[in-house]
Structures are given as C-alpha cells and as structure tokens.
Nanobody, 122 residues
Framework: QVQLVESGGGLVQAGGSLRLSCATSGRTGSSYAVGWFRQAPGKEREIVAAISWNGGSTYSTESVKGRFTISRDNAKNTVYLQMNSLKPEDTAVYYC???????????????WGQGTQVTVSS
C-alpha cells in the first residue's frame, strides 16, 4: 500500500503560480512512478505530468508544457508540481497517483490521493 496526500491547492489569479505537493507514505521503500492528474467539472480526468521513480524521466501534457514542472524529492517522499502562468482553464481538482513501476506511466496507477482544488480566476 502507498498512501498519498496532496496539498498546496487554492485560489489564484490568472498568471499566478502554485506549487502542489504529494506526500507519500507506506511502501516508500519500493520504486514507484508518480503522476499528477486533474479533473474539471463535466470533463474526464486527464494526466497532467508524470515522473519516474528516480526523477530521471518526466512527461508533461502539451497544454502545460513550459508552464508546469514535475519533480520529486525521494528523501522527503514528496512529489511536486510547480505550476506557473496559470490560466482559468487550469481550474480543476488535482490528484496525484502512484504506480509500482520504475518507469514513467501515463495510465495504470494503483494508488490515488484525495485531490486538491485549484481555481484560477480571470
């Protein structure tokens, strides 16, 4: 089991920044990939970014490239999503998820956090 807890969401004006954190616990001695997903009202959940077990490989969806950065600090068992130049269309509930895999994963995640709301006002 891996437990994940997101934090750092909130209300921000367009053009602003937020940093989301995903604290993990449980089977932290295992190698696992982490992804950040988001779901806006009335829309399907989509992957935003993902990172391999050691941070050596990352993925970002096209709409956030150049604005969002995923990183991890395994000593702190925490994965981050730095979000800059936020847009109203970034408004969603953001979730982090873990997969028992060393590689970057776009799907097939095993464990999920409860989500944190990000609201970007225009």
């Amino acid at each position: 089991q891996v437990q994940l807890v997101e934090s750092g969401g909130g209300l921000v004006q367009a053009g602003g920044s937020l940093r989301l954190s995903c604290a993990t616990s449980g089977r932290t001695g295992s190698s696992y990939a982490v992804g950040w997903f988001r779901q806006a009202p009335g829309k399907e959940r989509e992957i935003v970014a993902a990172i391999s077990w050691n941070g050596g490989s990352t993925y970002s969806t096209e709409s956030v490239k150049g604005r969002f950065t995923i990183s991890r600090d395994n000593a702190k068992n925490t994965v981050y999503l730095q979000m800059n130049s936020l847009k109203p269309e970034d408004t969603a509930v953001y979730y982090c998820a873990a997969a028992l895999s060393r590689l970057v994963r776009l799907n097939g995640y095993d464990y999920w956090g409860q989500g944190t709301q990000v609201t970007v006002s225009s």
